[in-house]
């Protein structure tokens, strides 16, 4: 292909020095408990098939990791001689035989690694003996990869989330209530889950986490404590949204909107805030999971969430967390949330998915990122509010480029230094476009799309094009305003 003009003061990105390996399971997804029947029906002998190749496709080649959790955790209960349902709600969810065993048919078909909330807001460590106990025995221990005790218990004592049979709205715990009490409950149900096939792979605990990590207070500082007290949580878990729908204030930069979710604030900023987790549990020889991430805390925004804007910010923030030193990320979803990246249902006896822009950059992401991925550094351009440049190097020597404008009124013209050991020849570009960042419809990955509906959960062939030469061992890729391109490096 000939060589094309390239405006003066184009940059010219090089991959650099390898990073760090993105770990196997590292992109997963999280649902609440009563969200399994809509997403996998209720029938342990068929389970939604397009549920399964949707999650299949995210983590290609691995196992992938699956958190059922969230706030349905601490209103969630087994049915077992000698529990009492949780006490402090009028709504509570039983995990039924058929619940438990429809959720175990999901896991052995995708033989995925499962993450499981037990309650501990209820306060009686007899009911989460009970629900590690149907757990052991509805998924079978090897799928189990931990157990996580409760959900966001640093909210306990602020925000009432609870309703009693009479209306009354509670708190889960009274004023004063934070880690040396936590502490406390958590050594109790260990103990517990002890007389039911214990020890337990143990991850926690689940914390509500700021972008300003100093907003965490004394959660933040007594962490390390935690960790070197409790040998069995094996993983600090925390949860993040870079914005809200509920308790932000006029002009915080975490109002929903489009602009907001595409700044640097939702991505970078998301990894900053991130990094003195990572750096409390490695002190303590262990991992970092956000086992809980979603665009807009409290349930989405419309018209943000669900727009083509999430699944740029999904690329970018995964990158972003990969490179602050995560262990993994599970995107959150429950059903009417504005950010679900999928609904499905059953039409007609068959099952069908409508699937939803944030799960396109889901897709680039496992693509970009193959399984055995180690991250590569990008010279030659800064990170800017309106370009950000991802690379990584698979386990076949094939190399990466993602390239994400976030600005749609600016195209991108960039010059790519072609790695050694390639040629210009063995250089694709494939794209993820929509037809604007507030579309909720029309979004292509390589020019394929589930359209409407799918009733497969999978896509073809991606469609890519040659890149041009930029003369020398060079390429050049042009990027449209609010789009991204995948550049793949492969020989032969």
């Not at 949707?54 to 990791?65: C, M, N, Y």
């Not at 967390?321 to 990320?329: E, T």
């Amino acid at each position: 292909m000939p060589d094309v003009r390239v405006p003066p003061g184009t940059p010219t990105l090089r991959l650099g020095l390898v990073g760090r390996p993105i770990p196997a399971g590292f992109l997963g997804l999280s649902m609440e408990f009563q969200a399994l029947p809509a997403y996998a029906g209720t029938d342990p002998r068929a389970v939604d098939p397009v549920l399964v190749a949707l999650i299949r496709a995210l983590t290609p080649g691995q196992r992938p990791v699956l958190r059922i959790g969230g706030d349905s955790t601490d209103v969630s209960w087994v049915p077992a001689p000698g529990v009492r349902p949780p006490w402090f709600s009028g709504y509570t969810y039983p995990l039924t035989r058929r619940w438990l065993a429809t959720a175990g048919a999901l896991a052995h078909e995708l033989d995925a690694r499962m993450i499981l909330g037990l309650d501990l807001a209820a306060g009686d460590p007899a009911l989460d003996a009970a629900e590690a106990r149907a757990f052991a025995a509805a998924f079978g221990r090897r799928s189990i990869a931990a157990l996580e005790i409760g959900n966001e218990p640093n909210l306990y004592a602020t925000i009432a989330e609870w309703t009693l049979a009479d209306g009354r709205k509670v708190k889960a715990r009274p004023r004063g209530y934070g880690p040396p009490r936590y502490r406390g409950e958590v050594a109790a149900v260990v103990r517990a889950l002890a007389g039911v096939g214990g020890p337990w792979p143990l991850v926690g605990p689940a914390l509500a986490a700021n972008q300003n990590p100093a907003a965490a207070g004394v959660w933040k500082t007594s962490m390390a404590a935690f960790l070197r007290s409790e040998p069995d949580v094996r993983q600090l878990t925390v949860h993040r949204y870079p914005l809200k729908r509920c308790f932000v204030s006029r002009g915080s930069p975490q109002q929903p909107t489009i602009p907001h979710l595409l700044s640097e604030y939702s991505s970078a900023g998301l990894a900053a805030g991130v990094r003195v987790w990572v750096r409390i549990a490695r002190a303590q020889g262990r991992t970092v999971r956000i086992d809980e991430l979603g665009s807009v805390a409290c349930r989405g925004q419309p018209g943000v969430s669900d727009t083509f804007a999430s699944a740029l910010w999904a690329t970018d923030a995964l990158f972003s967390l990969a490179a602050a030193g995560v262990q993994g990320v599970n995107l959150h979803t429950l059903p009417d949330a504005a950010y679900e990246p999928f609904t499905l249902s059953r039409v007609g006896g068959r099952w069908q998915a409508h699937v939803e822009p944030e799960y396109y950059g889901l897709r680039l992401f496992a693509q970009a990122a193959p399984a055995g991925s180690r991250l590569l550094a990008v010279r030659g351009v800064s990170r800017s509010v309106s370009l950000s440049a991802w690379a990584t190097r698979a386990r076949d020597g094939s190399e990466r480029l993602v390239l994400i404008d976030k600005d749609p009124g600016r195209a991108r013209i960039v010059r790519v230094a072609v790695p050694r050991g390639f040629a210009a020849r063995d250089v694709r570009v494939e794209r993820l476009t929509a037809p604007s960042v507030a579309a909720r419809a029309g979004v292509r990955l390589g020019g394929r799309t589930f359209g409407a509906v799918t009733r497969t959960g999978r896509l073809g062939a991606p469609r890519t094009t040659r890149a041009p030469s930029g003369g020398g061992r060079s390429v050049v890729v042009r990027v449209a305003g609010a789009s991204a391109a995948l550049v793949t490096f492969r020989r032969g």
